[in-house]
């Protein structure tokens, strides 16, 4: 079973202090700049900007939870 978890860019199932450095990594690039991720793109708007961040402190912490 997969779970996907928004922030969880490293795929340890929990949004924490590495997700946090991957995300600074590309924090101010945009669509077709060198190291743009879509996925961090998290409110799909070309840029990993300010908004992506709030979404992403948002889920911070968090751990999957499977039921």
Do not use: Q
């Not at 779970?3 to 991957?22: E, K, R």
């Not at 991720?37 to 751990?63: C, K, Q, R, W």
């Amino acid at each position: 079973m997969t779970v996907s978890l928004i922030g969880d860019f490293n795929g340890d199932g929990v949004v924490g202090v590495a997700d946090h450095l991957l995300f600074l990594a590309v924090f101010g690039l945009s669509e077709g700049d060198d190291g743009f991720n879509a996925e961090m793109d998290l409110n799909g708007d070309g840029t990993i900007g300010i908004p992506d961040f709030l979404i992403f402190v948002s889920h911070f912490p968090n751990a999957a939870r499977f039921f």
